[in-house]
């Protein structure tokens, strides 16, 4: 599962990492993006690839309204072949990257969640797996392009936070979610090989409302697979 993340990186270091060769959108550090928000995502143009600004909470293009459910945020790996709204997608060329500092997990009751923030072991950014969509009004008048996450079974270390994790795409495998066809890309649908740690959050990040950096504050020990 996927409904928080923070995305700090700079503009530079996100264009050098994802070969960006489209020129490069302005965008604020975002501390606590949350659904609804919207940021960069990584997608393929003729020749190279672009950021385009969109807001996360997937909408088909087929939608009559422009209204998401609430279960677009995310999208299960072993539905993409099944569910109308994410089988076009994935099949005809509509897949992304999603670009992150981090992840957020949460455990713990309703009322009292406790907050994990998942980084990359190595320091880099991580690279999600995406999808988008563009959706317009009948009469062209409005249009709308938004993304979801995909999430697979978890590792063995995410797995004693959730039953789910997004799917954390290694480097080298971008190329292909881009571009390959549905049956590669179906193959990196995976739990992340690229070990991962993870260290407690206060709770001033559970409120959606709250964004600065002090949300990423240490407050403890960094836990790590062995």
């Known amino acids: 599962m996927c409904t928080r993340y923070v995305f700090t990186d700079p503009a530079e270091a996100i264009r050098d990492l994802f070969r960006i060769t489209a020129p490069m959108p302005n965008w604020p550090p975002n501390y606590n993006v949350a659904p609804t928000h919207i940021m960069p995502v990584v997608r393929p143009i003729d020749g190279g690839r672009e950021i385009a600004m969109m807001e996360w909470g997937l909408i088909p293009y087929f939608s009559k309204d ?15 072949r099944t569910k109308p709204m994410y089988r076009e997608p994935f099949k005809n060329g509509r897949r992304c990257i999603v ?10 009751p309703k009322g009292d969640k406790q907050a994990h923030l998942f980084t990359r072991t190595n320091g880099q950014p991580i690279a999600l797996a995406g999808l988008w969509d563009r959706w317009a009004s009948r009469d062209t008048a ?6 979801t996450v995909v999430t697979t079974a978890p590792s ?32 990196l649908m995976r739990p992340a090989k690229d070990a991962l740690q993870a260290r407690p959050l206060g709770k001033a990040i559970n409120n959606v409302k709250n964004n600065a950096p002090d949300l990423l504050k240490h407050l403890g020990n960094t836990d790590s697979p062995t």
């Open 142 to 147: 409005e249009r709308k392009e938004t993304y």
């Open 99 to 108: 670009p992150a500092s981090g992840y957020i997990e949460f455990t713990g």
């Open 156 to 187: 063995v270390f995410a797995a004693q936070f959730h039953d789910r994790m997004p799917c954390v795409l290694e480097l080298d495998d971008v190329e292909a979610w881009l571009h390959a066809s549905p049956d590669e890309a179906a193959a």
């Open 66 to 80: 422009g209204k998401r459910s609430f279960t677009t945020f995310n999208a299960r790996a072993e539905e993409l």
